[in-house]
């Protein structure tokens, strides 16, 4: 059975980096069939989806983080990792990593628990 | 972006409802279309995609249906354990988006 399990700092200071790593357990990584994708919900708010990134490593985002985000993967690790910039309290949501198929449409099929990441001094 | 209207944002129902949500797709978005279910705490849970497939494992008292930029999903049987916040998401272009969640309560 497939896991996804999101871990990083739960507290992040505004203009600092924020930094997430989702471990993959259960199946390959590599797999040509999948994006491996970062989702965030402020509380009270709708999902958002920050981007994705395929086993070949090229990447996606959503232009509204402006430039802000990098997807990247390491697979001798089963990790994939999001770093965001320049931070504020906007960002301040629970971030989830979650697996999209990439066929027949990008449903996510497999999600984390979800990590709370608060922006604040 | 594609804005996905979800409707109700919550609701009551009894043990033994027929539970309906819809979503409407700001543009049309063929059958791209897929609905989950996310308990407090835990992990969400792909129900239908492709706005009527039944994902594997899930039972067969959930269902969807639609084209466009009209969806529904239905309960056909409330159960207790069906009380979580539903969601529709759209991928028919990207960004990725979704519905703003429904709420389901039993009454």
């Known amino acids: 059975q497939l896991q996804l399990q999101e871990s990083g700092p739960g507290l992040v200071k505004p203009s600092q980096v924020l930094s997430l790593t989702c471990t993959v357990s259960g199946a390959p990584i590599n797999s040509g069939s999948f994006y491996w994708t970062w989702i965030r919900q402020p509380v009270g708010k709708e999902l958002e989806w920050i981007g994705r990134?395929?086993?070949?490593?090229?990447?996606m985002y959503n232009a509204s983080l402006k430039n802000r985000a990098t997807i990247s993967l390491d697979t001798s690790r089963h990790q994939f990792s999001l770093t965001l910039n320049s931070v504020t309290a906007a960002d301040t949501a629970v971030y989830f990593c979650?697996?999209?198929?990439?066929?027949?449409?990008?449903?996510?099929?497999?999600w984390g628990q979800g990590s709370l990441v608060i922006v604040s001094s | 972006d594609i804005q996905m209207t979800q409707s109700p944002s919550s609701l009551s129902a009894s043990v033994g409802d027929r539970v309906t949500i819809t979503c409407q797709a700001s543009q049309d978005i063929r059958f791209r279309a897929h609905w989950y279910q996310h308990k407090p705490g835990k992990a969400p849970k792909l129900l239908i995609y492709?706005?009527?497939a039944l994902e594997s494992g899930v039972p067969s008292r959930f269902s969807g249906s639609g084209s466009g930029t009209d969806f529904t999903f239905t309960i056909s049987s409330l159960r207790p354990d069906d009380i979580a916040t539903y969601f529709c998401?759209?991928?028919?272009?990207?960004?990725?988006?979704f519905g703003g969640g429904t709420k389901v309560e039993i009454k």
């Open positions: 979650a697996r999209e198929r990439a066929v027949p449409s990008a449903s996510f099929d497999y």
């Open positions: 998401q759209q991928s028919d272009s990207l960004p990725l988006t």
């Open positions: 990134i395929f086993s070949s490593g090229s990447t």
């Open positions: 492709d706005a009527s």
